[in-house]
């Protein structure tokens, strides 16, 4: 086999001590599925997500108090009163600022440095590497020490504004269950069921996180002097086994979510009511 060109040796699978073997690959399996399937997911959320954020229209059901999680906390002057309830209402009003940009950039750090999306946009859009024995086109790797990557190391502190957001979200799904059209001022509706299940998925992903395992047991030398913390290390461990599922799960859920209520307050349907 022909030896690779000049311009690619020094390290990584190029390097003089590795196989000379020019092909990037000798696997005849669809390898390249995987990756594929994961930026056409990444890509549909993203740009979903960056078009309603900007929007700034059809984030707020007034008779049911639904909030899309993409406006939330609503902190814009932009905002209508109803939707900011407690929050004040000060970013300005403009349309490259999203109503809830208090919060938004905390959350997209937080799924961008966590681990499994590191490993997922590491190998489908940098990749670095694609797939198992498939060569990356780079040719140096520094890890995560140097900038931008080095940032990753943050994710922890991401995660615990992400539980304080996740909080301000339960909020926001509690308050929709309120309604002026009964005595009792209780509603229920489609809409607290979609809310609901978001939140509940919200909270998952976030407590599966990789930080908040280390958070409740990662530091303990000895488990049976901590019981309690251990019984949560224990049950967070569980969690974290499938924190790729619900990563997926949540994107989905934030999704339909915004969809739904965006379809409700543009008046497209009428939200279906089981109770007020």
Known sequence: MSAPTSDRQGTGVFSPTRAQISQRTLRTDAWWKSPLIVDLGFAAFVIYATVRAFLQSNYYVPAYHYLTPFYSPCVSKGCVPEASHFWPQFLPDVWWLPYAALSLPFLLLFRLTCYYYRGAYYRSV???????????????????????????????????????????????????????????????????????????????????????????????????????????????????????????????????????????????????????
């Open 126 to 276: 940098w990749q670095s590497p694609t797939a198992c024995a498939v060569a990356e086109p780079h040719a140096k790797y520094t890890g995560e020490t140097r900038l931008p990557l080095i940032i990753q190391n943050t994710h922890r502190y991401f995660f615990y504004i992400a539980a304080v957001i996740s909080v301000i979200n339960t909020y926001d799904a509690i308050i929709a269950f309120h309604s002026d059209k009964t005595a009792s001022g209780f509603g229920f509706g489609l809409g607290n069921i979609i809310l609901l299940v978001n939140v509940i998925m919200l909270w998952v992903y976030t407590i599966s996180c990789h930080s908040c395992r280390h958070a409740v047991g990662g530091k303990l030398k000895h488990f049976s002097k901590h019981p309690v913390r251990y019984w949560m290390w224990t049950q967070v461990s569980r969690l974290n086994t499938r924190h790729k599922m619900y990563a997926w799960i949540t994107l989905g859920t934030l999704m339909l979510t915004d969809f739904y209520i965006m379809l409700v307050a543009s008046g497209t349907i009428s939200d279906l009511r089981f109770i007020g």
